[in-house]
């Protein structure tokens, strides 16, 4: 049980370092224009066309990273720091999110699989962390409570490395198209990718963390009767 402990101590320092890694090298690179002072949306726009994608709505939404797409009504939504800012950070997340509408142009399986998710990892969400401290409190008279609830995190933990290729392909996309659409030159375009690159290690440990998570839940219901 204590390594368990351990272990989550661990995931939960290193998720905090990179987060706040991200953040300074966002906060970095958002003090960089691009180089033909497009925005975020500019930026957006461009690697649509150039990738003949249509039907793709841009939108700019309020909040900080609140930034995704949405493949139900094909909308790409942009923070409003994002949307308007004429940075290589912004250019960074706004061609990310275009990455994942050439995923979906494509039918890229991860990404269907990974939407088709959602409304399950929704609801699981919800009740959840309920069900999980009842049965930790009730471990000994009520096992099965606490069964459910590792059932309920094991689909949360599915959904984080089921999007851990959705992000990385995405990224992977943007670097593509960055390296020649003029977006950028021979200096910018290295920070926009290490922009993307941190952005991708915060998948990686949110997942690695989950399933961190999971495994102590695991413990707690296999050492019940110690």
Known sequence: MLVGFVILIVFALASWLISNQLKRRFEEYSKIPTSNGMSGKDVAQKMLRDNGIPGVTIESVEGKLTDHYNPANKTINLSEAVYYGQNVAAAAVAAHEC????????????????????????????????????GILMVTTFPAILLAGIFLFAL??????????????????????????????????????????????TYIIAALGSLATLLYYVMIFLGRRD
């Open 99 to 134: 990455g994942h509408a050439l995923q979906h142009a494509v039918a890229y399986q991860w990404l269907g699989l990974r939407s088709n998710l959602v409304p399950v990892v929704s609801f699981t969400s919800k009740w959840m962390q309920w069900v999980l401290l009842a």
């Open 156 to 201: 949360t933990t599915l959904f984080s490395f089921i999007t851990l290729p959705v992000e990385i392909n995405a990224s992977n996309r943007a670097m593509t198209w960055i390296r020649s659409s003029g977006v950028t030159n021979s200096q910018t375009q290295l920070q926009a990718e290490d922009a993307l690159k941190w952005a991708g290690y």
